[in-house]
T-cell receptor, first 112, second 112 residues
Framework: EAQVTQNPRYLITVTGKKLTVTCSQN?????MSWYRQDPGLGLRQIYY???????DKGDVPEGYKVSRKEKRNFPLILESPSPNQTSLYFC???????????FGPGTRLLVL | DAKTTQPTSMDCAEGRAANLPCNHS???????VYWYRQIHSQGPQYIIH???NNETNEMASLIITEDRKSSTLILPHATLRDTAVYYC?????????????FGQGTTLQVKP
C-alpha cells in the first residue's frame, strides 16, 4: 500500500532533549516536506527536499534540522526542543514539488 | 497568503450531495485548483484537482466555472465519515518550494 509513515505518532519530551521524528514513503517520490499545524495558524512548511541531499528552508525552519540521505526517508530533527515547538507535525511527499502531495498521519509533540 | 475564499462551515444531511464552494478570483492561467480534506487531526487527504475542465473521481466531482474564478467540490452522497475540514488550494506559493498554501477551509458537518 502506497503510504507515508511517521514515527512516533505521539511524543512528550522536555526542553533541550534532542529528538528525531522519522518520515518514510514507499512511492519513490522525489519531493518531501515537513509542515507544522497550530490552531489559528494553519499548516506551515518547515523544510522541504527536492531529492536526495537537496534540502531547503520553508517558512518556519528555526529550531529544526532535516536530512535526506535516502530517497524514501526525510527525518525531522529537533536538536534542543522548546515549548514553542509543541505542535502537530506532518510529513508529505509527491512525485515532484508541484504534484499532488500525500501526507503522513501526523506526530503530536508536546515539549514541557 | 491563501488565494481562496471558502465559507467557514456548512451542514449536509447524510445521503445528500454536499456542494462546497470556493472563490479564487485571482487564479492565474497555469494554476490548478486542488481540494484536500482533513478529518479530525489526521493528515490532509488529497481529493481531486483540475485546471479548467470538470473532473470526477471515485471520491468527488469538481466543477470549475468557465472564467475559472470559482469552483465547487461535490460529494455526491455524503456520509458521516465525510465530516471534515475541506481545503481549496490554488497556489503552491512562490518559487519551487512545493509549499501548499492552506487557508482556513470549510468545516463540513454531515448530520444523520
Amino acid at each position: 500500500e502506497a503510504q507515508v509513515t511517521q514515527n512516533p505518532r505521539y511524543l512528550i519530551t522536555v526542553t533541550g532533549k534532542k529528538l528525531t521524528v522519522t518520515c518514510s514513503q514507499n512511492m519513490n517520490h522525489e519531493y518531501m516536506s515537513w509542515y507544522r499545524q497550530d490552531p489559528g495558524l494553519g499548516l506551515r512548511q518547515i523544510y522541504y527536499s527536492m531529492n536526495v541531499e537537496v534540502t531547503d528552508k520553508g517558512d518556519v525552519p528555526e529550531g529544526y534540522k532535516v536530512s535526506r540521505k535516502e530517497k524514501r526517508n526525510f527525518p525531522l530533527i529537533l536538536e534542543s526542543p522548546s515549548p514553542n515547538q509543541t505542535s502537530l507535525y506532518f510529513c508529505a511527499s509527491s512525485l515532484e514539488e508541484r504534484e499532488t502531495q500525500y501526507f503522513g498521519p501526523g506526530t503530536r509533540l508536546l515539549v514541557l | 497568503d491563501a488565494k481562496t475564499t471558502q465559507p467557514t462551515s456548512m451542514d449536509c444531511a447524510e445521503g445528500r450531495a454536499a456542494n462546497l464552494p470556493c472563490n479564487h478570483s485571482t487564479i492565474s492561467g497555469n494554476e490548478y485548483v486542488y481540494w484536500y480534506r482533513q478529518i479530525h487531526s489526521q493528515g490532509p487527504q488529497y481529493i481531486i484537482h483540475g485546471l479548467k475542465n470538470n473532473e470526477t473521481n471515485e471520491m468527488a466531482s469538481l466543477i470549475i466555472t468557465e472564467d475559472r474564478k470559482s469552483s465547487t467540490l461535490i460529494l455526491p452522497h455524503a456520509t458521516l465519515r465525510d465530516t471534515a475540514v475541506y481545503y481549496c488550494i490554488v497556489s503552491y506559493g512562490s518559487g519551487n518550494t512545493g509549499k501548499l498554501i492552506f487557508g482556513q477551509g470549510t468545516t463540513l458537518q454531515v448530520k444523520p
